[in-house]
C-alpha cells in the first residue's frame, strides 16, 4: 500500500489545484491537490511540507491533527491522508512543471465540475471550503 499525502489548500474560500500533465503515468490530465508519496522513514507532517515545498514552493506549519479526509482505495493500492492547510508561507506556484502543466484557484462550484482525480475530492472540497 503506498502511503501518500495531500493538502487543500484554501484562501478566500476557493480551492487551488493543479492539472497533472498528460504525460504521467497515474491520472494524466486531470486537477488534483497539491501533495505526494511519504518516503520510507519520513512522518505523514514532514512528507506534506516537503511536498508543499517542491510542488508549490510554500512554508506550511504543522498540519492539524487529526487530517481533514482519509482516502483507501486497496484496488489501487494507496491510502492517501488529506489536510486542510488555512495558513502558509509565500506565494504558491507551479515549481513542478514536468508533474503539473498549471495550477489555478477555483470556486467549490467551479472545482466540482473539473475533470478530478478522485471521485471524493468533489465532496471535500464542498466541505473544505465552508
Known amino acids: 500500500m503506498r502511503l501518500q499525502v495531500a ?3 484554501v484562501r478566500e474560500h476557493r480551492i487551488l489545484l493543479c492539472l497533472r500533465s498528460t504525460t504521467r503515468a497515474y491520472c494524466p490530465g486531470v486537477w488534483d491537490l497539491p501533495g505526494g508519496h511519504v518516503e520510507p522513514g ?3 507532517d ?3 511540507r516537503r511536498e508543499l515545498e517542491e510542488e508549490l514552493g510554500i512554508a506550511m506549519r504543522d ?3 487529526p487530517p481533514f479526509a482519509r482516502i483507501l482505495d ?3 493500492g494507496f491510502d492517501l491522508k488529506l489536510w486542510l ?3 502558509w508561507r509565500g506565494a504558491p506556484e507551479n515549481r513542478c512543471p514536468a508533474e503539473h502543466e498549471t495550477i489555478g484557484w477555483f470556486a467549490p462550484g467551479e472545482a ?3 475533470r478530478l482525480a478522485l471521485p471524493g475530492y468533489a465532496d471535500l472540497i464542498r466541505r473544505a471550503s465552508i
Open 85 to 87: 492547510v488555512r495558513d
Open 46 to 48: 514532514a512528507a506534506l
Open 112 to 114: 466540482q465540475r473539473l
Open 74 to 76: 486497496e484496488a489501487l
Open 7 to 9: 493538502g487543500l489548500l
Open 42 to 44: 519520513e512522518s505523514d
Open 63 to 65: 498540519p492539524p491533527r
